[in-house]
């Protein structure tokens, strides 16, 4: 085991253990007597939840860093442009739709869902981006025929 997914690991039962120990504070808070039988036994509930589950929660984590890693920089720079097209069109619209009853949430899931269309669109749309530039037409300045053969002396060199 790494020693980050270790300390990782011991992040989450420490976070467990406090986790559990504040629901069963705030289960017996208003009682006259103290239940620290309930307080110990919830306390034990998040350290056992937490150490079990934390692997998987690091599984999760492996496999995103795997793909991030693994994924070429042209398809992540084309997903991050269209994540960041679709927030900017979402933070347009969310102008609008602010002021209608439950506008706040529904301006939340507008930009969750126009950023994820804006990914998916920015890595479809690569290979044509990518093609746009491919296809300028070719430069015909005198560098470029002399680089091609079809002028007898370089540049600059004007009769020596």
């Known amino acids: 085991m790494k020693r980050s997914e270790l300390l990782a690991r011991w992040l989450g039962?420490?976070?467990g253990v406090v986790g559990g120990f504040?629901?069963?504070y705030f289960m017996v808070r208003g009682n006259a007597r103290p239940g620290w039988a309930i307080i110990g036994l919830t306390t034990l509930e998040g350290l056992i939840f937490a150490y079990l589950g934390t692997p998987y929660l690091?599984?999760?984590w492996r496999r995103i860093n795997f793909r991030l890693t693994s994924t070429p920089l042209p398809?992540?720079?084309?997903?991050?442009?269209?994540i960041v097209v679709g927030l900017v069109v979402a933070a347009l619209i969310g102008l609008f739709v602010r002021d209608l009853p439950y506008g706040v949430a529904l301006s939340f899931v507008l930009a969750?869902?126009?950023a994820a269309q804006g990914a998916s669109l920015g890595l479809t749309r690569r290979a044509e981006l990518a093609d746009a530039q491919a296809a300028r037409p070719p430069r015909t300045g005198r560098l470029d025929r002399y680089a091609e053969g079809t002028l007898d002396q370089p540049p600059g060199d004007r009769g020596r």
């Open 13 to 15: 039962v420490v976070l």
């Open 22 to 24: 504040l629901l069963g």
């Open 58 to 60: 690091l599984g999760g």
């Open 75 to 82: 398809d992540l720079l084309s997903g991050l442009l269209g």
């Open 112 to 114: 969750l869902l126009l």
